[in-house]
T-cell receptor
Framework: AQSVTQLGSHVSVSEGALVLLRCNYS??????LFWYVQYPNQGLQLLLK??????LVKGINGFEAEFKKSETSFHLTKPSAHMSDAAEYFC????????????FGQGTTLQVKP | EPEVTQTPSHQVTQMGQEVILRCVPI?????FYWYRQILGQKVEFLVS????????KSEIFDDQFSVERPDGSNFTLKIRSTKLEDSAMYFC????????????FGPGTRLTVL
């Protein structure tokens, strides 16, 4: 069965510093991988996704993620953190393109310090 | 930009009562989902719905739960007899035809069962 593990429930960075949020997945077949962001009192917003093709995926707000099959990872990065990036980030995996069921990690809260 | 909406934002109910959570998906979307997040835990898949029937459901989605698309715009989740452990944030999501892997989430309904 597929699963998702996000290392670190809380990550704190200084404004302008590199953001790295870690995600590892478990899957017996090629997965679809997603990062969602949740701002306070809002729904989950898609940041980026990997389905097939290029393993480096660029998303909104300057974020990107790289699918590494050998490491079963899909880490999210941003070169320079902004105060507005403070939010909760969720990694998710889907094996089924028919039903679209998503399996989520436990989430990582990103704090950005001035 | 089209968005998924959910009502109410917060629902308080007594144990054993029935609740109906409402969602208005994006208008041209055909795939609908419910997820829930118990405080401090992962976002969990409950059910997916397509072509007026359930396409997949999780173990959580037992006989106490039901979903319905009563008209062309609403998508509802009913819990027949609420339990304390049903207290959670419930998220509705929708996706468009041919790309069920890209889901758009609503802001959620916080259900509190007393």
């Amino acid at each position: 069965a597929q699963s998702v593990t996000q290392l670190g429930s809380h990550v704190s960075v200084s404004e302008g510093a590199l953001v790295l949020l870690r995600c590892n997945y478990s899957s017996s077949v090629p997965p679809y991988l997603f990062w969602y962001v949740q701002y306070p009192n809002q729904g989950l917003q898609l940041l980026l996704k990997y389905t097939t093709g290029a393993t480096l995926v660029k998303g909104i707000n300057g974020f990107e993620a790289e699918f590494k099959k050998s490491e079963t990872s899909f880490h999210l990065t941003k070169p320079s953190a902004h105060m507005s990036d403070a939010a909760e980030y969720f990694c998710a995996v889907s094996l089924s393109s028919n039903t679209g069921k998503l399996i989520f990690g436990q989430g990582t809260t990103l704090q950005v310090k001035p | 930009e089209p968005e998924v909406t959910q009502t109410p934002s917060h629902q308080v109910t007594q144990m054993g009562q029935e609740v109906i959570l409402r969602c208005v998906p994006i208008s041209n979307h055909l795939y609908f989902y419910w997820y829930r997040q118990i405080l401090g835990q992962k976002v969990e898949f409950l059910v997916s719905f397509y072509n007026n029937e359930i396409s997949e459901k999780s173990e959580i989605f037992d006989d106490q739960f039901s979903v319905e698309r009563p008209d062309g715009s609403n998508f509802t989740l009913k819990i027949r007899s609420t339990k304390l452990e049903d207290s959670a944030m419930y998220f509705c999501a929708s996706s468009d035809r041919g790309r069920p892997d890209t889901q758009y989430f609503g802001p959620g309904t916080r259900l509190t069962v007393l």
